[in-house]
């Protein structure tokens, strides 16, 4: 039996929570038995143990890869850095990998990596050598590469581990023209993608606000329709966290609560993320924040202010039995994997809030992910080819109408209506795309199942399904 998660918020197996979804929702698929225990079961764990020098001492560390599913190839997912790494965790952690790709139409199986060990207490040398020896044990037993498993950041980590991992991979497997395909979430530089870094927040974004979008669902909330005006508290401003509450507020939403670490601060009309971010940075700590009107040294209060959208953007097991019923918030999106404990998920629905479930609303990241491993593979940037090429045509277009009408284009329109795509262009706007399609398959299931109350069994349906397909049209290998 897997070890329960070590998270201080965690009373639940993680897996498990994970594998209750899906029996729920499985039920209203067709699949055999058989069938349905091969898609839930995690296809490899890899648990190792490795020496690595530090301060002249052998120190020995724990680690992880999961691939949860071969049903499509390369696995996916990312490599977290944290002191509640257990294998547990990563199993479900790499499971949700494959219901989010199917979810999202990236066609990679699930995949997930952990290194037990909390960051901040190695030097940047000390993290390059723990980082570099992970990749060489991924490389020995073939558990890395652009065709095979394909890893990014996660909890801990970033771009700077995923150039540590590529220079590994290429020192070791000298002349594989993909190579760079091996790791996502580089820098760009080094084969990443314009709008990863901000990918999994502003898919966030996104998510949530197509549920605001849609009249019908926000009357059944008691809320008015579209993003702006609604008051959103965000728990952990990290990569994900921050990127979301920097589009909240960029579209008119108001941040009311923020938390980190060290605690909750509130401003029932609105803080300022970038100059709340600076004060982390600057001091320590988002509880020195002059534009709060109130602080508090509990981080988990947040979960609990009183705001339209609850975005927990820290880590697993968050909400629970225990505070559940004191939710005020009528949407709760979930930017981390796994926030709600299954208990405190039927508490929600009971409540009649909406649930954003993470296999869709996080896959931001690897949607982008899945981007920028078809542009190493492809080896150009995106727009290369056609930016200058439609810029012309558009140009030569807006000549025919000004000749035609006798009137001119303001210079502002010109640079709107000209404008060739970047490759940031193109990579937001197949986010965006990505984003409200799987919304409404979700939302399809939802609402052709009378059964089916909550968006994460809808969401689940539709991932259970997209997967047992493939396999039926695989077949089984004898
Ligand atoms: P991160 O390390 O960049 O940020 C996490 C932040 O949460 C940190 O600033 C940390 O101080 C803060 N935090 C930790 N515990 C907290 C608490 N109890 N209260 C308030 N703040 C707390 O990590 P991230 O990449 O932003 O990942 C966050 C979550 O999103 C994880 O569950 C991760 O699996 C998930 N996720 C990340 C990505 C991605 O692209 N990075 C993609 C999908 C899902």
Same mark, same amino acid.
């Given at each position: 039996?897997?070890?329960?998660?070590?998270?201080?918020?965690?009373?639940?197996?993680?897996?498990?929570?994970?594998?209750?979804?899906?029996?729920?929702?499985?039920?209203?698929?067709?699949?055999?038995?058989?069938?349905?225990?091969?898609?839930?079961?995690?296809?490899?764990?890899?648990?190792?143990?490795?020496?690595?020098?530090?301060?002249?001492?052998?120190?020995?560390?724990?680690?992880?890869?999961?691939?949860?599913?071969?049903? &499509?190839?390369?696995?996916?997912?990312?490599? $977290?850095?944290?002191? *509640?790494?257990?294998?547990?965790?990563?199993?479900?952690?790499?499971?949700?990998?494959?219901?989010?790709?199917?979810?999202?139409?990236?066609?990679?199986?699930?995949?997930?990596?952990?290194?037990?060990?909390?960051?901040? &207490?190695?030097?940047?040398?000390?993290?390059?050598?723990?980082?570099? $020896?992970?990749?060489?044990?991924?490389?020995?037993?073939?558990?890395?590469?652009?065709?095979?498993?394909?890893?990014?950041?996660?909890?801990?980590?970033?771009? $700077?581990?995923?150039?540590?991992?590529?220079?590994?991979?290429?020192?070791? &497997?000298?002349?594989?023209?993909?190579?760079?395909?091996?790791?996502?979430?580089?820098?760009?530089?080094?084969?990443?993608?314009?709008? $990863?870094?901000?990918?999994? *927040?502003? *898919?966030?974004?996104?998510?949530?606000?197509?549920?605001?979008?849609?009249?019908?669902?926000?009357?059944?909330? *008691?809320?008015?329709?579209?993003?702006?005006?609604?008051?959103?508290?965000?728990?952990?401003?990290?990569?994900?966290?921050?990127?979301?509450?920097?589009?909240?507020?960029?579209?008119?939403?108001?941040?009311?609560?923020?938390?980190?670490?060290?605690?909750?601060?509130?401003?029932?009309?609105?803080?300022?993320?970038?100059?709340?971010?600076?004060?982390?940075?600057?001091t320590g700590s988002i509880l020195n924040y002059k534009g709060a009107t109130k602080t508090t040294k509990k981080a988990s209060d947040v979960l609990e202010a009183d705001c339209d959208i609850l975005i927990p953007a820290a880590l697993e097991n968050v909400i629970d039995i225990n505070n559940a019923g004191k939710i005020k918030a009528k949407i709760i999106g979930e930017a981390a994997n796994g926030p709600l404990t299954p208990e405190a998920d039927e508490i929600l629905i009971k409540k009649g809030a909406v649930v954003i479930p993470d296999m869709y609303l996080n896959a931001?990241?690897?949607?982008?992910?899945?981007?920028?491993?078809?542009?190493?593979?492809?080896?150009?940037?995106?727009?290369?080819?056609?930016?200058?090429?439609?810029?012309?045509?558009?140009?030569?277009?807006?000549?025919?109408?000004?000749?035609?009408?006798?009137?001119?284009?303001?210079?502002?329109?010109?640079?709107?209506?000209?404008?060739?795509?970047?490759?940031?262009?193109?990579?937001?706007?197949?986010?965006?795309?990505?984003?409200?399609?799987?919304?409404?398959?979700?939302?399809?299931?939802?609402?052709?199942?009378? &059964?089916?109350?909550?968006?994460?069994?809808?969401?689940?349906?539709?991932?259970?399904?997209?997967?047992?397909?493939?396999?039926?049209?695989?077949?089984?290998?004898?």
């Amino acid at each position: 039996m897997a070890k329960k998660s070590t998270n201080a918020y965690a009373e639940y197996s993680f897996f498990q929570s994970v594998e209750s979804s899906f029996d729920k929702a499985a039920k209203f698929t067709n699949y055999e038995q058989g069938l349905l225990e091969q898609i839930k079961a995690c296809n490899s764990v890899y648990q190792m143990r490795f020496p690595v020098k530090i301060g002249g001492k052998i120190e020995v560390i724990e680690a992880y890869r999961v691939q949860h599913s071969h049903h &499509k190839l390369p696995c996916k997912g990312g490599i $977290r850095y944290s002191m *509640g790494v257990n294998q547990d965790e990563v199993m479900a952690l790499a499971s949700l990998m494959t219901y989010k790709c199917a979810t999202v139409n990236v066609p990679f199986g699930g995949g997930k990596g952990g290194i037990k060990i909390d960051p901040k &207490k190695y030097t940047v040398d000390e993290l390059e050598r723990i980082t570099r $020896r992970y990749a060489a044990e991924l490389i020995k037993k073939n558990f890395i590469g652009p065709g095979t498993d394909v890893p990014a950041p996660d909890y801990g980590s970033g771009e $700077r581990e995923m150039g540590w991992i590529l220079d590994t991979y290429t020192s070791m &497997k000298p002349g594989e023209i993909d190579a760079a395909g091996c790791i996502t979430g580089k820098a760009i530089s080094q084969g990443g993608v314009r709008g $990863r870094k901000e990918a999994t *927040g502003l *898919g966030v974004f996104y998510g949530v606000r197509e549920l605001c979008n849609v009249p019908e669902d926000m009357k059944k909330l *008691g809320l008015t329709t579209g993003i702006e005006g609604k008051r959103v508290a965000v728990q952990g401003l990290g990569n994900v966290g921050y990127h979301a509450a920097y589009f909240f507020q960029k579209h008119g939403a108001i941040l009311v609560a923020l938390s980190e670490m060290e605690g909750t601060i509130y401003n029932p009309k609105g803080l300022d993320v970038d100059a709340v971010f600076k004060c982390k940075q600057e001091t320590g700590s988002i509880l020195n924040y002059k534009g709060a009107t109130k602080t508090t040294k509990k981080a988990s209060d947040v979960l609990e202010a009183d705001c339209d959208i609850l975005i927990p953007a820290a880590l697993e097991n968050v909400i629970d039995i225990n505070n559940a019923g004191k939710i005020k918030a009528k949407i709760i999106g979930e930017a981390a994997n796994g926030p709600l404990t299954p208990e405190a998920d039927e508490i929600l629905i009971k409540k009649g809030a909406v649930v954003i479930p993470d296999m869709y609303l996080n896959a931001g990241g690897v949607t982008v992910s899945y981007f920028e491993w078809l542009k190493n593979l492809s080896h150009v940037r995106y727009g290369r080819m056609e930016k200058r090429f439609q810029e012309n045509n558009h140009n030569a277009m807006l000549k025919t109408v000004e000749e035609m009408t006798g009137k001119k284009v303001s210079a502002a329109e010109r640079a709107v209506i000209a404008h060739g795509p970047d490759e940031v262009d193109l990579v937001y706007s197949g986010l965006e795309d990505t984003m409200i399609g799987s919304f409404h398959e979700i939302r399809e299931v939802y609402k052709a199942h009378k &059964k089916i109350d909550d968006m994460r069994t809808a969401a689940f349906v539709n991932a259970i399904n997209k997967i047992g397909e493939s396999y039926l049209q695989l077949g089984i290998f004898p």
